[in-house]
T-cell receptor, first 108, second 112 residues
């Protein structure tokens, strides 16, 4: 079993839909990251969380430390949101352990 | 601020050859981590450098080595390349463990 599990692996939505991507982890962490990766490879950091909830534009990230679970929500989804969304946890030091990613496709 | 820059962006090498990939961290960052991402998978941690020393290492053979320079830039060296080393190599920088990690665009290595 991977230390970081994401669901779903693939997600297809219609423009405007509310989207949720889930991440569960099995190790102690100091922080959790949500990352976005577009075709071509570059990774953009969306959020770094250690507790509670953060919001940036249409993106919302939450974390429940006791349940070892985090969610990334996208409101009013748009085709430009299509990308791979990756959950990564930070243990000791600044080493990150990544989930396998969720491929999101938003159709117009 | 140019963020994290990696070079080259693409590289094709032959089995058995050696390769060096380079990374310049974001301004103000002193810690550089390297990751390997095979097609369709999440990145895997290779190693991390801080104060010019390897601080942590993932499950990669000794063929993978690195270096950090006084200006915090870093190199990843891979010797005796195998076909299985074909991947996207990502560099991430941070200020120790205190800040979020910023990633470069990656170097796409193809071994033929």
């Amino acid at each position: 079993k991977n230390e970081v599990e994401q669901s779903p692996q693939n997600l297809t939505a219609q423009e405007g839909e509310f989207i949720t991507i889930n991440c569960s982890y099995s190790v102690g962490i100091s922080a959790l990251h949500w990352l976005q990766q577009h075709p071509g490879g570059g990774i953009v950091s969306l959020f770094m969380l250690s507790s509670g909830k953060k919001k940036h534009g249409r993106l919302i990230a939450t974390i429940n430390i006791q349940e070892k679970h985090s969610s990334l929500h996208i409101t009013a989804s748009h085709p430009r949101d299509s990308a791979v969304y990756i959950c990564a946890v930070r243990g000791s030091g600044s080493r990150l352990t990544f989930g396998e990613g969720t491929q999101l496709t938003v159709n117009p | 601020d140019a963020g994290v820059t990696q070079s080259p962006t693409h590289l094709i090498k032959t089995r058995g050859q050696q390769v060096t990939l380079r990374c310049s961290p974001k301004s103000g960052h002193d810690t550089v981590s390297w990751y390997q991402q095979a097609l369709g998978q999440g990145p895997q941690f290779i190693f991390q450098y801080y104060e010019e020393e390897e601080r942590q290492r993932g499950n990669f053979p000794d063929r993978f080595s690195g270096h950090q320079f006084p200006n915090y830039s870093s190199e990843l060296n891979v010797n005796a390349l195998l076909l299985g080393d074909s991947a996207l190599y990502l560099c991430a920088s941070s200020l120790r463990e205190y800040t979020e990690a910023f990633f470069g665009q990656g170097t796409r290595l193809t071994v033929v």
